[in-house]
């Protein structure tokens, strides 16, 4: 038998004058069986950020800091494709060069250090509201929407209208993003909706509203107001939109009297 130059087990013996089909050396069967490992081990290292990224697209609404890159697709990709063709080399009797192991060896290892590397879920840190928590960023926007209509009101002025009131939702000029997910890993600013002759605050989120939802509630005077907003939040693992918790059950900022 021959041995291929830089290659992991012997190939195959050659093939007859008849066209036979070549025999296996010896070392090809556990040689395919270590690769097939090795690539199964790629899968594996790879499965929760693939599994997050796959809840991400989706959707309908995921924390932006638990989407990871879609670069974690491309490890799993490698080893479907080397998998595929070591099985084809295989079949043919030929020996797979030293150089795949080696290319495949760096993709478990370059998997295995993104994974080690991989920022927990702790406490993130920011430096301004841009790169805050969700949750953080739309607290901001109701102070924001509260100063700006409580400015209004103390003029003698009625309550601001929406494109009064859209200065109060950007930041450095721009529409802030808030750092949610949605559908398609697609990226928005907050919504705000207004819901007017109110006699009261949104007290349950209107059908089909996910987080990024801001409510503001006007009474038929339009003097008074009632600011609540739609967040992310976990229950048992499983995560939904609903109106951001404050002391009685939900956050009200309002200037009526209670």
Known sequence: MSREPGSLAFSAAPQSSGGAATRPSAFAVPALLLHLGMCLLVVAICADPLRALWKAVQGPVVQASTV???AWIAPPLFALVW???RLWRFALGRAAPL???WALLAVVVAAGAGRALSPGQGAAAWTSV???PPTVQIVELLKRLREKTDAALLAGNEVPTDAELAGSLEEGGAPLILNYRYRGLARRPARLVRVPDAHGPVDRKHSGDLAGTLYLAVAPD???YWLTAVVLLEDNGVESSDLLPGPNGVLVITNAAP
């Open 68 to 70: 990871p890159t879609p």
């Open 130 to 132: 841009r790169d805050a």
């Open 83 to 85: 998998a595929g063709r």
């Open 222 to 224: 339009r003097r008074h």
């Open 99 to 101: 150089s795949w192991t």
